[in-house]
């Protein structure tokens, strides 16, 4: 199936910010809908376009849905990849507080979100989250680190950033077998909070680590979200 590939920079939620955007869609779908639209949401190394859209063998996650007839899109938050980086990332990581915490990035998300529900004329669409470079002599990757002090200030702190009960939406849960990062106690912990949703799913995927997206089992993931997402039922803008 041939695939249209779009690239654009958006307006962020703050002035002088732009975000980086794409969208991957089958050449011949010209019906847009909730259910058939999905914004990839990356964690907090990777840029979006560098996990979801990275060919293994010849294919990426984003290739992946999209042939199946979906609207794919990624969004880079600031400071990941080509969306506009702080000015606080070209100076020491000492001279400043951490950047971009989870505030922020889901205001960055919201942007996005709000971009392609008025390119497609909807009021909701999916979303797919995955876990929450500038050169340098010798080289390194630069990523912000607000993230790293959320996870102090409340997950390290044994105090919850938001109310599970408050999700509304069908979820699903995927976790790896020897993920270290989100080890699966925490989405079996998760699971039973989610009081709240239509309906959930948790799906535990065998020998894999956080870096599933890119490891042998990961057709495993792309099927059960893939199953998730094809399931026909009000819109679906959960999937973690």
Excluded at 58 to 82: E, H, I, T
Excluded at 137 to 145: G, L
Excluded at 159 to 165: S, V
Excluded at 215 to 227: A, G, Y
């Amino acid at each position: 199936m041939e695939l249209i590939t779009e690239e654009f920079m958006i307006p962020g939620s703050d002035p002088s910010i732009q975000l980086y955007v794409r969208n991957k869609r089958p050449e011949g779908l010209t019906r847009f809908t909730p259910d058939n639209i999905v914004l990839f949401v990356h964690g907090a190394t990777y840029p979006a376009d560098t996990s979801f859209d990275l060919e293994l063998d010849g294919l990426s996650w984003m290739d992946y849905v999209a042939s199946r007839g979906y609207d794919a899109y990624l969004v880079n938050v600031r400071g990941f990849g080509r969306s506009t980086r702080p000015p606080e990332m070209d100076q020491p990581a000492a001279n400043n507080w951490p950047l971009v915490r989870t505030t922020t990035a889901a205001k960055d998300v919201g942007a996005a979100v709000e971009f392609i529900r008025k390119r497609r004329g909807v009021d909701k669409i999916n979303l797919l989250g995955w876990s929450w470079g500038a050169k340098q002599n010798p080289k390194v990757v630069r990523a912000p680190n607000g993230s790293v002090q959320d996870t102090r200030d409340f997950f390290g702190a044994g105090t919850p950033q938001y109310d599970p009960a408050a999700i509304r939406v069908p979820t699903l849960l995927i976790v790896a077998e020897w993920d270290a990062d989100t080890p699966p106690y925490m989405a079996q912990a998760l699971f039973p909070l989610l009081v709240n949703a239509p309906y959930k799913r948790l799906v535990m995927i065998g020998e894999g680590t956080h870096s599933i997206i890119m490891e042998k089992n990961r057709m495993q993931l792309f099927r059960e979200v893939q199953l998730f997402l094809d399931e026909p039922a009000p819109g679906k803008p959960g999937i973690c």
